[in-house]
């Protein structure tokens, strides 16, 4: 049996199985200790990753080398990109996912990591010296060493199930939770807060009368999530939609006064974009009507997850309700939907490292820091992990500013400004939008993640053909003309006006009404895009189009680079300048922002304390 | 920066006067005061009190003062301050300035007072900068507009435009990161009446720069027509001086003339220019150049017309050369002593037309009310906001400029990603005068208006 390791994960969710992969692979000895081995990577909530945002999280995760894309692909059960209508920016992979299978395939993408040993035990308390992380004793009274420990203790810390009037302790449906960790946190000076989520009913697919409602397809031509998959799935599963209506809602309003959450049973605070179903109801009484999605929860089962009918309200009321919305007259439920109430630590006690400010060598990943979402939990797991690993040999901390990714942004807000309702990603969270594509995050990240020792060397040689093929073409486009007689007919047959002078193709590719799908309507241009594959041709096309979007935004990045880098020294004594705002001195003090970009992200923080501050480092 | 040490002074005009001012501000501001004033010891006075006393620096009495003290926080600068009033001497008040100097004070910079007022709090930014407009201000006007942003006027003007910006914006994001919801998005018509309604409200604020200006540095007005036509004449009559000389030849005014003249509050800066015909004597043709220059500069143009020498037609020939002026015009019929006229016959030649008697002095009334039209005073008069600060109307410019970048894509069908990336600049924009706008703002916004989630 081994005691000592390098860095130790608490919890093996999205955020724990990230964070073991990403420190076994960089070259740590790993102890990965979950409560129940049956139950790596447990998709809790919906069968489901990416989306808008947070498909694009699961890109970067992807292109710095963690495994959340490649596991998505495998055991995807239909594929969108959704948002197809809009700018590049706005394109986002969305699958519905094989509940069983992905948590199979990461626990064999894990077990084949020979870095990582697993432990099937609770997690008690941690051993800490000084002020310094030495490892953690565990309920069976083992004990365990590592200079680094990842806690990612998702809802399990302090986890009150809660169903109509009915509430008992538990980590997720069926499991138990975890005790004695927040409070020895809470001793050692973290300060704990409480939060809430929800989740539907599952009913049984064989009950469902499809006819009545709108079958939701997966796309045509579907693509993928990693920059590794080369084939993306061949069968899909379709989603349906139906609708709750008056009668629904009648029969909902009746559970009313056994609701956990109106009755104030409830004391977390649950998320605005992710209500109940009969926080809807109550919220937005003038819609009569919510929509409901059916999602299969894999190829080889018949359960269904009914998407936006979360609900704590009691069970038989949920049935009741249930079997009046169109297509469920004759459902039968799997198992009751409920709420979950737990601990978690506000993140503005994190650094950008997400290492707590308090315990050197403790990491922090996932619901813990008050986020929700699979996407969200595996970029901060991927990103303590990396650190976890950097921590225990000494390197460098790695971080990501705003405008590199979506992951920058979760955590840069997520130590500054904290948050009181479950974080969850969303592409206006980003004030670079246009840079941080889906199709762009190897070009932002895999080199990073190549130096780290994460990307593998195919990854960074897939990445840099890419690269050099989307070059090759945008070069190809520039040397190549058309003359009018060889454009206009082509032009004219795809409804657009034609060419007086020659030009090269790339000036095509720049109008708003032409674009690579006509190309292949014309015969003499058809050569030159089979030698590209999908991907690459998308790629060009984004950089020539909208050239002038990009542009504009690299120059508000650069604009705002001069204050965001501006160091402010870590032993800045807020406290001398009595001009402060009492309210921004007590965060300043607390919070210690690195930079003044981040000190004017801090709520609370005015304009007018940003220019103070500015005036007292002689700016 | 340093705010702990203590700054000194003159807060009166530099020069001989009456009564000369010294004002002290930081924390050791009474204590060093007290150290050469003979009378009651101040350490132990209460704050807004006024004390008689001598002021003595190495055995010799410099000066019987009044010292007016104030406490920390009330006070212009939130820190303790002290202000001497000594006799007006540049002697005394030197050796009272010299002798608080090696008590350890300091002597401020320019705008320091005001900027430890803003550092500590006393004001926001906008204010802060009204501040100093107040302390320039140098005519009645000027010193009613810098008090109205000082209250706070232009901010809660900013702060409505500000709550548009968000709504349109959350409108904007909603379909984006909600497209997938079940909500209704705001169409592309509706969106654009929004920017045009954003830019109205943003117009006025803009327009109010010209005359915001105007009040703040003068208003540029030069005076132009024939030689001979009476331009020194009237210059003469409004300044109530013989201030250019005036004869029968034409021609005697050689060069332009400046000077300052206060009308209602507002302070005109009047050009008198050489008359405007071709020339062959040198001298003249260099002062018929330079008045093209001037009215090149102008904020406002007086065209005077010899109703003894021109007709309708004529002028309008003449004023065509005008025609693409960017600034007011007003058309001055002059000498009507002397002729009888028919004023029906000239209504169309332009927007604003005086007739009047130079010499006589007759109708000099109403043109003082259209020189105020004009340059749009009324506006003031309305309480509504001026925009005097510089800063202030370029950001506004850019915002503008930024919000018809986001119309145009929403008129080019563009997708909102590229409308919400312009409109995020335009929000920047504004931010750098209201203090930023965040994007949990727009969230907050959207969360509370519409039904979000699966």
Same mark, same amino acid.
């Given at each position: 049996?081994?005691?000592?390791?390098?860095?130790?994960?608490?919890?093996?969710?999205?955020?724990?199985?990230?964070?073991?992969?990403?420190?076994?692979?960089?070259?740590?000895?790993?102890?990965?200790?979950?409560?129940?081995?049956?139950?790596?990577?447990?998709?809790?909530?919906?069968?489901?990753? @990416?989306?808008?945002?947070?498909?694009?999280?699961?890109?970067?995760? !992807?292109a710095l080398?963690?495994?959340?894309?490649?596991?998505?692909?495998?055991?995807?059960?239909?594929?969108?990109?959704?948002?197809?209508?809009?700018?590049?920016?706005?394109?986002?992979?969305?699958?519905?996912?094989?509940?069983?299978?992905?948590?199979?395939?990461?626990?064999?993408?894990?077990?084949?990591?020979?870095?990582?040993?697993?432990?099937?035990?609770?997690?008690?308390?941690? %051993?800490?010296?000084n002020?310094?992380?030495?490892?953690?004793?565990?309920?069976?009274?083992?004990?365990?060493?590592?200079?680094?420990?990842?806690?990612?203790?998702?809802?399990?810390?302090?986890?009150?199930?809660?169903?109509?009037?009915?509430?008992?302790?538990?980590?997720?449906?069926?499991?138990?939770?975890?005790? @004695?960790?927040?409070?020895?946190?809470?001793?050692?000076?973290?300060?704990? @807060?409480?939060?809430?989520?929800?989740?539907?009913?599952?009913?049984?697919?064989?009950?469902l009368?499809y006819?009545?409602?709108?079958e939701?397809?997966?796309?045509?031509n579907?693509?993928?999530?990693?920059?590794?998959?080369?084939?993306p799935?061949?069968?899909?599963?379709?989603?349906?939609?139906?609708?709750?209506?008056?009668?629904?809602?009648?029969?909902?309003?009746?559970?009313?006064?056994?609701?956990?959450?109106?009755?104030?049973?409830?004391?977390?605070?649950?998320?605005?974009?992710?209500?109940?179903?009969?926080?809807?109801?109550?919220?937005?009484?003038?819609?009569?009507?919510?929509?409901?999605?059916?999602?299969?929860e894999?190829?080889?089962?018949?359960?269904?997850?009914?998407?936006?009918?979360?609900?704590?309200?009691?069970?038989?009321?949920?049935?009741?309700?249930?079997?009046?919305?169109?297509?469920?007259?004759?459902a039968?439920?799997?198992r009751?939907?409920?709420?979950?109430?737990?601990?978690?630590?506000?993140?503005?006690?994190?650094?950008?490292?997400?290492e707590?400010?308090?315990?050197?060598?403790?990491?922090?990943?996932?619901? %813990?820091?008050?986020?929700?979402?699979?996407?969200?939990?595996?970029?901060?797991?991927?990103?303590?992990? %990396?650190?976890?690993?950097?921590?225990?040999?000494?390197?460098?901390?790695?971080?990501?500013?705003?405008?590199?990714?979506?992951?920058?942004?979760?955590? !840069? !807000?997520?130590?500054?400004?904290?948050?009181?309702?479950?974080?969850?990603?969303?592409?206006?969270?980003?004030?670079?939008?246009?840079?941080?594509r889906?199709?762009?995050a190897?070009?932002?990240?895999?080199?990073?993640?190549?130096?780290?020792?994460?990307?593998?060397?195919?990854?960074?040689?897939?990445?840099?053909?890419?690269?050099?093929?989307?070059?090759?073409?945008?070069?190809?486009?520039?040397?190549?003309?058309?003359?009018?007689?060889?454009?206009?007919?082509?032009?004219?047959?795809?409804?657009?006006?034609?060419?007086?002078?020659g030009?090269?193709?790339?000036?095509?590719?720049?109008?708003?009404?032409v674009?690579?799908?006509?190309?292949?309507?014309?015969?003499?241009?058809?050569?030159?895009?089979?030698?590209?594959?999908?991907?690459e041709?998308?790629?060009?096309?984004?950089?020539?189009?909208?050239?002038?979007?990009?542009?504009?935004?690299?120059?508000?990045?650069?604009?705002?680079?001069?204050?965001?880098?501006?160091?402010?020294?870590?032993?800045?004594?807020?406290?001398?300048?009595?001009?402060?705002?009492?309210?921004?001195?007590?965060?300043?003090?607390?919070?210690?922002?690195?930079t003044?970009?981040?000190?004017?992200?801090?709520?609370?923080?005015?304009?007018s304390?940003?220019?103070?501050?500015?005036?007292?480092?002689?700016? | 920066?340093?705010?702990?040490?203590?700054?000194?002074?003159?807060?009166?005009?530099?020069?001989?006067?009456?009564?000369?001012?010294?004002?002290?501000?930081?924390?050791?501001?009474?204590?060093?005061?007290?150290?050469? +004033?003979?009378g009651?010891?101040?350490?132990?006075?209460?704050?807004?009190?006024?004390? +008689?006393? &001598?002021?003595?620096?190495?055995?010799?009495?410099?000066?019987?003062?009044?010292?007016s003290l104030? &406490?920390?926080?009330?006070?212009?600068?939130?820190?303790?301050?002290?202000?001497?009033s000594?006799?007006?001497?540049?002697?005394?008040?030197?050796?009272?300035?010299?002798?608080?100097?090696?008590?350890?004070?300091?002597?401020?910079?320019?705008?320091?007072?005001?900027?430890?007022?803003?550092?500590?709090?006393?004001?926001?930014?906008?204010?802060?900068?009204?501040? =100093?407009?107040?302390? =320039?201000?140098?005519s009645?006007?000027?010193? &009613?507009?810098?008090?109205?942003?000082?209250?706070?006027?232009?901010?809660?003007?900013?702060?409505?435009?500000?709550?548009?910006?968000?709504?349109?914006?959350?409108?904007?994001?909603?379909?984006?990161?909600?497209?997938?919801?079940?909500?209704?998005?705001?169409?592309r018509?509706?969106?654009?009446?929004l920017?045009?309604?954003?830019?109205?409200?943003?117009?006025?604020?803009?327009?109010?720069?010209?005359?915001?200006?105007?009040?703040?540095?003068?208003? =540029?007005?030069?005076?132009i027509?024939?030689?001979n036509?009476?331009?020194?004449?009237?210059?003469?009559?409004?300044?109530?001086?013989?201030?250019?000389?005036?004869?029968?030849?034409?021609g005697?005014?050689?060069?332009?003339?400046?000077?300052?003249?206060?009308?209602?509050?507002?302070? +005109?800066?009047?050009?008198?220019?050489?008359?405007?015909?071709?020339?062959?004597?040198?001298?003249?043709?260099?002062?018929?150049?330079?008045?093209?220059?001037?009215?090149?500069? =102008?904020?406002?143009?007086?065209?005077?017309?010899?109703?003894?020498?021109?007709?309708?037609?004529?002028?309008?020939?003449?004023?065509?050369?005008?025609?693409?002026?960017?600034?007011?015009?007003?058309?001055?019929?002059?000498?009507?002593?002397?002729?009888?006229?028919?004023?029906?016959?000239?209504?169309?030649?332009?927007?604003?037309?005086?007739?009047?008697?130079?010499?006589?002095?007759?109708?000099?009334?109403?043109?003082?009310?259209?020189?105020?039209?004009?340059? *749009?005073?009324?506006?003031?008069?309305?309480?509504?906001t001026?925009?005097?600060?510089?800063?202030?109307?370029?950001?506004?410019?850019?915002?503008k400029?930024?919000l018809?970048?986001?119309?145009?894509?929403?008129r080019?069908?563009?997708?909102?990603?590229?409308?919400?990336?312009?409109l995020?600049?335009?929000?920047?924009?504004?931010?750098?005068?209201?203090?930023?706008?965040?994007?949990d703002?727009?969230?907050?916004?959207?969360?509370?208006?519409?039904?979000? *989630?699966?």
């Amino acid at each position: 049996m081994q005691y000592n390791y390098d860095v130790i994960v608490v919890g093996a969710g999205h955020a724990g199985c990230e964070a073991a992969n990403a420190a076994a692979k960089m070259g740590s000895s790993v102890l990965l200790i979950t409560m129940n081995l049956q139950t790596i990577a447990q998709m809790s909530c919906n069968p489901a990753m @990416g989306g808008v945002a947070k498909g694009q999280i699961v890109r970067e995760i !992807d292109a710095l080398g963690g495994m959340s894309g490649i596991i998505s692909d495998k055991t995807m059960i239909q594929f969108r990109m959704l948002n197809r209508s809009k700018g590049p920016a706005m394109w986002s992979p969305r699958c519905q996912s094989d509940r069983m299978k992905f948590a199979e395939e990461w626990r064999w993408a894990l077990e084949r990591n020979t870095n990582v040993d697993f432990w099937q035990d609770s997690v008690q308390e941690l %051993i800490v010296q000084n002020k310094e992380l030495k490892g953690v004793k565990t309920r069976m009274g083992m004990s365990f060493y590592a200079p680094s420990v990842v806690l990612t203790n998702g809802t399990f810390l302090n986890g009150l199930i809660h169903i109509g009037e009915k509430s008992f302790g538990g980590g997720r449906m069926a499991e138990p939770n975890a005790q @004695g960790l927040t409070e020895q946190l809470v001793s050692l000076g973290f300060e704990s @807060g409480r939060m809430k989520t929800g989740t539907p009913p599952r009913v049984d697919g064989r009950s469902l009368n499809y006819e009545a409602m709108e079958e939701q397809k997966g796309d045509e031509n579907p693509s993928s999530f990693s920059y590794l998959t080369k084939e993306p799935i061949k069968e899909q599963r379709s989603c349906w939609i139906t609708h709750t209506n008056e009668k629904v809602h009648d029969v909902l309003r009746k559970g009313f006064e056994k609701s956990p959450m109106f009755a104030g049973r409830i004391k977390g605070l649950g998320p605005r974009y992710c209500p109940s179903v009969e926080d809807k109801i109550n919220r937005f009484a003038d819609k009569n009507s919510h929509q409901i999605f059916v999602e299969p929860e894999g190829w080889e089962t018949v359960e269904i997850y009914v998407n936006g009918f979360s609900t704590s309200l009691p069970e038989e009321i949920q049935f009741e309700a249930i079997k009046l919305i169109p297509g469920f007259e004759k459902a039968k439920m799997f198992r009751p939907g409920y709420a979950i109430e737990y601990d978690y630590f506000p993140p503005t006690q994190l650094s950008p490292t997400l290492e707590t400010k308090l315990i050197s060598g403790l990491f922090f990943a996932g619901q %813990i820091n008050g986020t929700t979402g699979y996407e969200e939990a595996a970029c901060q797991g991927l990103m303590a992990g %990396i650190n976890a690993h950097q921590h225990t040999h000494q390197l460098n901390p790695f971080t990501l500013s705003r405008s590199e990714a979506y992951i920058g942004v979760l955590i !840069d !807000d997520l130590i500054n400004k904290g948050t009181d309702e479950p974080y969850r990603m969303f592409t206006s969270r980003a004030e670079f939008r246009t840079l941080l594509r889906q199709d762009n995050a190897d070009e932002r990240l895999t080199e990073k993640g190549f130096e780290l020792g994460l990307a593998s060397q195919e990854r960074l040689d897939t990445y840099l053909q890419k690269k050099q093929n989307v070059e090759n073409l945008i070069q190809e486009l520039k040397s190549n003309k058309l003359k009018p007689t060889e454009a206009n007919p082509w032009l004219e047959s795809i409804g657009v006006s034609s060419i007086k002078e020659g030009a090269p193709l790339i000036n095509f590719i720049k109008r708003s009404d032409v674009g690579f799908e006509h190309f292949y309507k014309n015969e003499m241009l058809i050569p030159i895009l089979k030698k590209y594959s999908t991907e690459e041709i998308e790629q060009a096309e984004i950089i020539i189009k909208y050239e002038s979007y990009i542009d504009k935004e690299r120059k508000m990045v650069d604009k705002m680079k001069s204050m965001e880098d501006l160091q402010i020294p870590p032993q800045f004594d807020y406290d001398k300048i009595k001009t402060l705002s009492t309210e921004s001195r007590i965060k300043l003090n607390k919070l210690r922002p690195q930079t003044i970009g981040q000190a004017s992200r801090i709520s609370g923080v005015s304009a007018s304390d940003i220019s103070i501050l500015l005036l007292f480092m002689g700016r | 920066m340093n705010i702990s040490d203590t700054i000194i002074a003159l807060a009166t005009p530099a020069g001989v006067g009456a009564i000369g001012v010294i004002r002290l501000s930081g924390p050791n501001a009474i204590a060093m005061v007290n150290e050469v +004033f003979k009378g009651k010891d101040l350490s132990k006075q209460e704050g807004n009190t006024l004390h +008689f006393g &001598r002021i003595e620096y190495q055995a010799q009495v410099l000066d019987e003062v009044l010292v007016s003290l104030f &406490r920390a926080p009330k006070s212009y600068t939130k820190e303790e301050v002290v202000e001497i009033s000594c006799h007006g001497s540049p002697y005394i008040l030197e050796s009272v300035i010299q002798c608080l100097v090696e008590q350890g004070a300091r002597l401020a910079q320019p705008g320091e007072f005001t900027q430890r007022a803003f550092m500590n709090g006393a004001f926001d930014l906008a204010q802060a900068e009204a501040v =100093a407009d107040l302390i =320039a201000a140098d005519s009645k006007a000027a010193q &009613r507009a810098a008090m109205h942003q000082l209250r706070g006027g232009f901010s809660k003007e900013l702060a409505l435009l500000r709550e548009q910006l968000i709504h349109f914006a959350s409108l904007i994001e909603l379909e984006l990161d909600f497209s997938e919801e079940d909500v209704e998005f705001a169409d592309r018509e509706d969106l654009q009446n929004l920017v045009l309604q954003l830019l109205e409200k943003l117009q006025p604020l803009l327009d109010s720069f010209k005359t915001g200006n105007a009040i703040k540095n003068g208003v =540029a007005t030069v005076i132009i027509g024939k030689p001979n036509a009476g331009k020194s004449t009237l210059l003469n009559a409004l300044l109530k001086e013989d201030r250019a000389i005036v004869s029968d030849i034409a021609g005697t005014t050689r060069d332009s003339l400046e000077d300052e003249w206060l009308l209602g509050g507002v302070r +005109f800066r009047l050009v008198d220019t050489a008359g405007l015909r071709e020339t062959t004597d040198v001298i003249e043709a260099i002062g018929v150049e330079r008045t093209n220059a001037w009215v090149k500069k =102008a904020q406002l143009v007086l065209y005077v017309a010899d109703l003894s020498q021109e007709s309708p037609m004529s002028l309008q020939t003449v004023l065509s050369e005008y025609s693409d002026l960017e600034v007011p015009l007003i058309l001055l019929l002059n000498k009507t002593d002397e002729v009888n006229f028919k004023s029906s016959d000239w209504v169309e030649l332009a927007e604003y037309i005086v007739p009047i008697s130079a010499k006589k002095q007759v109708g000099l009334d109403t043109l003082e009310q259209t020189l105020l039209d004009a340059v *749009g005073i009324h506006q003031l008069n309305d309480q509504g906001t001026l925009v005097t600060n510089v800063r202030h109307y370029q950001k506004l410019l850019q915002t503008k400029e930024t919000l018809i970048e986001v119309l145009n894509a929403l008129r080019t069908d563009l997708s909102g990603d590229f409308v919400a990336q312009d409109l995020r600049h335009a929000l920047y924009h504004l931010g750098e005068i209201t203090g930023t706008i965040s994007n949990d703002d727009l969230l907050k916004n959207i969360f509370g208006k519409f039904c979000i *989630g699966k």
